[in-house]
Nanobody, 117 residues
Framework: QVQLVESGGGLVQPGGSLRLSCAAS????????VMWYRQAPGKEREFLAG??????????NYADTVKGRFTISRDDAKNTVNLQMNSLKPDDTAVYYC????????WGQGTQVTVSS
């Protein structure tokens, strides 16, 4: 059974950093492309970053809004995909989700990130 569990969210001041983690079970993250999205109140869910499978060279890509500030990485030993977020802005406030497509589309339950002074 595929399950994704996000963690690491919280309240941070503008300019601060957070590291989110997406813990997977039921499959090996190294074998699939895993993505991070976010959804702010009243807005559509938006793509942030993705990392391809190890067989596809673990290529990463980012949305322009987070390029240079966010870094996606994978820990095969822990079966997690992480999102390091630096230089956070109030506009980064949202619920953050990870996603994998393994036949069906699977989402985690999300973790809240609030950037505020």
């Amino acid at each position: 059974q595929v399950q994704l569990v996000e963690s690491g969210g919280g309240l941070v001041q503008p300019g601060g950093s957070l590291r989110l983690s997406c813990a997977a079970s039921g499959f090996a993250v190294k074998n699939y492309r895993v993505m991070w999205y976010r959804q702010a109140p009243g807005k559509e869910r938006e793509f942030l970053a993705g990392i391809s499978s190890a067989s596809a060279a673990s290529i990463t890509n980012y949305a322009d809004t987070v390029k240079g500030r966010f870094t996606i990485s994978r820990d095969d030993a822990k079966n997690t995909v992480n999102l390091q977020m630096n230089s956070l802005k109030p506009d980064d406030t949202a619920v953050y989700y990870c996603k994998v497509i393994r036949g069906n589309i699977y989402w985690g339950q999300g973790t809240q990130v609030t950037v505020s002074s």
